[in-house]
């Protein structure tokens, strides 16, 4: 809750500042990749789109509880700015 969903956004996937719109299922006629989850949206399923204001061409494509938890995971990791608890020691390579 709090996190507004459309308007000016920070776009998680590339962390610019971008606009984020609802395609209603009716809109919905391709199908997409998303990038939070890496499974299909599917035709006919509300989701949303972000699109960076200078980089249209990398606008991604969302289920709505996956660009929840990313923009929430944004959220959070801004406010702890300063405090640096979380450590980018672990490898993932
Ligand atoms: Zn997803």
């Known amino acids: 809750m709090g996190i507004a969903l459309t308007g000016d956004i920070v776009d998680p996937a590339t962390n610019q500042l971008a606009q984020c719109r609802k395609i209603q299922p009716y809109q919905a006629n391709k199908t997409y990749l998303c990038p939070e989850c890496n499974?299909?949206?599917?035709?006919?399923?509300?989701?949303?789109?972000?699109?960076?204001?200078?980089?249209?061409?990398?606008?991604?494509?969302?289920?709505?509880?996956?660009?929840?938890?990313?923009?929430?995971?944004?959220?959070?990791?801004?406010?702890?700015?300063?405090?640096?608890?979380?450590?980018?020691?672990?490898?993932?390579a």
């Not at 399923?45 to 709505?64: C, I, M, N, Q, S």
Request: hydrophobic share 25%; aromatic share 6%.
């Open 39 to 92: 499974f299909d949206i599917r035709p006919g399923e509300g989701h949303f789109v972000v699109v960076p204001h200078l980089d249209h061409d990398a606008r991604r494509h969302w289920h709505e509880r996956c660009l929840m938890r990313a923009l929430n995971r944004e959220v959070k990791s801004n406010r702890s700015k300063g405090r640096r608890k979380r450590s980018h020691k672990r490898s993932n």
